[in-house]
């Protein structure tokens, strides 16, 4: 079977911006970020207008590499509606962005997780052991950070924001955006991950998953 090629070579109608990805750099507007330096990623597609009749969709993809160097790639549609042009762009994009770049972020979240060390994104700490949390201890009490197990632990995805939530204390919580905090995608995805094949409990007991 022949391999796909994931590669991305376009110019976009409404910004005009010439995108290039594949499997050695992202190129926008001739500034380039090679894939084996990108830090962190963000994305999303948002509704613009009144909230009930919005005009347009804004499509937003950021990357950024060493030492604070980013891309952006931002795009509109002129109506709203499935499956639009642009939509199909937006995802032609992405695919490119999947595989040149997600995947490695996600096997770097992996690799850390499995050596026991800890990353960050938004405001919380992963490690292997959990999440950590700021909550307060009670209503006047002085705000507690501490790791929340993952056997503690629920997530889901509302409206472009990743919840991760403690099933026995409601105070315990942590909410990122898909569109602003750096990785929160690669979080969202490991999450989908970790609570398959019973990979957080094996995480948990310092078994490599």
Not at 107 to 121: A, R
Not at 148 to 177: F, R
């Amino acid at each position: 079977m022949l391999n796909h090629n994931f590669d991305v070579d376009i110019q976009l109608p409404s910004s005009g911006q010439k995108v290039k990805i594949n499997k050695d750099y992202i190129e926008v507007n001739k500034i380039q970020i090679p894939c084996n330096e990108i830090q962190a990623i963000k994305y999303g597609v948002s509704l613009i207008g009144p909230v009930k009749t919005p005009t347009k969709k804004a499509y937003n993809i950021d990357i950024l590499g060493k030492d604070n160097k980013s891309v952006s790639i931002n795009f509109e549609s002129s109506k709203v509606q499935e499956l639009l042009e642009e939509d199909h762009t937006y995802y032609y994009i992405m695919s490119g962005l999947w595989q040149y770049v997600k995947k490695s972020l996600i096997g770097q979240f992996i690799d850390t997780l499995n050596e026991q060390q800890s990353f960050n994104v938004g405001p919380t700490t992963v490690n292997n052991q959990g999440v950590s949390m700021s909550y307060k201890t009670w209503f006047f009490g002085k705000t507690k950070t501490e790791i929340t197990p993952w056997s503690d632990l629920k997530y889901y995805l509302n409206k472009g924001i990743l919840h991760i939530e403690s099933v026995s204390n409601k105070k315990k919580k942590v909410l990122l955006s898909l569109h602003n905090d750096w990785n929160a995608v690669v979080l969202n995805t490991l999450m989908h991950y970790l609570w398959q094949d019973n990979r957080k409990t094996k995480l948990a007991k310092g078994e490599k998953i």
